[in-house]
């Protein structure tokens, strides 16, 4: 079984502050998680991806995400926030054994001030 | 065009009304996924399939029915519609293997009044 806690709905931070958006997961074999960013009225769009491989993962427009096994924990920070990321931003989880689905977590609103 | 695409994009249909929400993809992906998204819940898994003619229950599958006769092609139909099955539909196809992701169609709004 799998699952995902994002841990705040919503997240408010000024432009040019960190932004820090929290994620746990729960999986019984090694995952693979992403993150996921939805702008208003579009699909969603993959920032990054853990796949076993290096523990701190690099994404687009200047985010990045550290797994922690022992805290079984995948934020994502990034870290000066732009006007531009205020979006809806979603972690996933698949675990790493055959036939698989993506669960995903409730979702954080990233929220933008000036 | 290449990529994953959703028809229609918005939807208003009537209770009672069979509705099918059309999903294509041109990868040859693997696996396809239909999930629901609604204020307060995320994005819940509806169905999904590994390959063709193989489909599977996910969290919220009741009053919702899919086929997959061919691997680019993943339907959703929801027999008869209800007021609780207004939301926005998402569909998802994955290549499958080490750590791929998915790729998301635009959406289908769709209101049952």
């Known amino acids: 079984a799998q699952s995902v806690t994002q841990l705040g709905s919503h997240v408010s931070v000024s432009e040019g502050a960190l932004v820090l958006l929290r994620c746990n997961y729960s999986s019984s074999v090694p995952p693979y998680l992403f993150w996921y960013v939805q702008y208003p009225n579009q699909g969603l769009q993959l920032l990054l991806k853990?796949?076993?491989?290096?523990?701190l993962v690099k994404g687009i427009n200047g985010f990045e995400a550290e797994f922690k096994k022992s805290e079984t924990s995948f934020h994502l920070t990034k870290p000066s926030a732009h006007m531009s990321d205020a979006a809806e931003y979603f972690c996933?989880?698949?675990?790493?054994?055959?036939?698989?689905?993506?669960?995903f977590g409730k979702g954080t609103m990233l929220l933008v001030s000036p | 065009d290449a990529g994953i695409t959703q028809s229609p994009r918005y939807k208003i249909t009537e209770t009672g009304r069979q509705v099918t929400l059309m999903c294509h993809q041109t990868w040859s992906h693997s696996y396809m996924f239909w999930y629901r998204q609604d204020l307060g819940h995320g994005l819940r898994l509806i169905y999904y399939s590994a390959a063709a003619d193989i489909t599977d229950k996910g969290e919220v599958p009741d009053g919702y029915v899919v086929s997959r006769s061919k691997t680019e092609n993943f339907p959703l139909t929801l027999e008869s519609a209800t007021r609780s099955q207004t939301s926005v539909y998402f569909c998802?196809?994955?290549?499958?293997?080490?750590?791929?992701?998915?790729?998301f169609g635009q959406g289908t709004r769709l209101t049952v009044v």
């Open positions: 998802a196809s994955l290549l499958g293997g080490v750590g791929t992701e998915a790729f």
């Open positions: 853990y796949t076993s491989a290096a523990t």
């Open positions: 996933a989880v698949r675990m790493n054994s055959g036939y698989s689905t993506l669960t």
